[in-house]
C-alpha cells in the first residue's frame, strides 16, 4: 500500500510539473496588425531568405487570429521583385468570396488551390486562434488548417499583406493577431507539425530557418541565422492573462 501510495504521489507530481510546463505556443506577446485600407503601413517584412531556402520544399508555420476578414488577404505572401524564396509568386491568403473565410494559396508561380468540394470546410474563423501550416514542393502544395491538411497537385517576404501589383492591393492586409511564425528548409510532416505546432521552439532545431514568438517584444529571428523583421504599423501585445514568462514555456531539442 505504501508503495503505491508513493507511486501515485510521484505520478501526481511529474502531472503537476507538465501540465506548468506545457503551454500552447501562442502564449507570451503576439504581433499585432491593424490591417487594411493600407498593408504597406501594415505588415512584417522579412529579410532575404534565399541563402538558406534554396528551392523547394520549404514549409510556412504561424498562428493567426483574425479580428476580420479581407478580400484576397495575405497571410504569408512572396512575389517577384521583393525579398524571394524564389521568382515565382507563393501566397497563402483569404479567399476573395465575401460569404465565406475560405483559405486559398499560389504555389510556384502558376498552380492554385481555390474553395472546391473538397475545401469547403476550410474556413479560417475571426476573433479565434487558428493555426495554419503551407508547404509548397515544386508542383503541389498542402495547406494544415487547425489540424485537417488539404494537399492539391498542379503545375521579398511579407506576414499580414499580399503585397501584389495588382489593383486593390493595398488593402490586402489581414487585421488581427500572428505568432509563433516558423519557416523551414524542409517539407514537415503532418506528425512533425502536431507534435510541435503548440511548444515553443528552442531555435536551433534542424531545418529551422526563420523563427519569430515576439516574446522578447521584438520582430527578431530567434535562429542563429538572424532574419531579422521589421515591421510597419504594427504593435506587440500580450493578449493572454496572465502573462506568461518565457523562463516558463516549455522547451523541446
Known sequence: MKRKLQLMSLFIAIFAIFQTQTLV???GFALN????PNGANSHMRLPALNSKITGFPFTIEMWVKPSGWVSYGGFFSDRPGTTGLGSNA??????????????????????????????TNALCNNGVWNHLTYTVWADSAQIELNG???KVNGVSTYIGWDNTTFAGQLARAVPGLFDEIRIWNTARTNQQIEETKNIVLNGDEVGLVAYYNFDDKTTNDKTAN????????????????????????????
Not at 33 to 36: C, E, T, Y
Not at 94 to 109: E, L
Not at 226 to 253: C, D, M, Q, R, W
Open 90 to 119: 507563393t501566397t497563402l491568403q483569404f479567399d476573395n468570396n465575401a460569404s465565406s473565410h475560405y483559405i486559398r494559396c499560389d504555389y510556384n508561380g502558376s498552380a492554385r488551390m481555390i474553395p472546391a468540394a473538397t475545401l
Open 226 to 253: 538572424a532574419f531579422n523583421a521589421t515591421s510597419s504599423g504594427a504593435t506587440l501585445t500580450n493578449p493572454n492573462t496572465p502573462v506568461i514568462s518565457i523562463s516558463e514555456k516549455k522547451k523541446i531539442h
Open 33 to 36: 496588425l491593424p490591417g487594411a
Open 148 to 150: 485537417v491538411y488539404y
Open 25 to 27: 505556443g501562442q502564449t
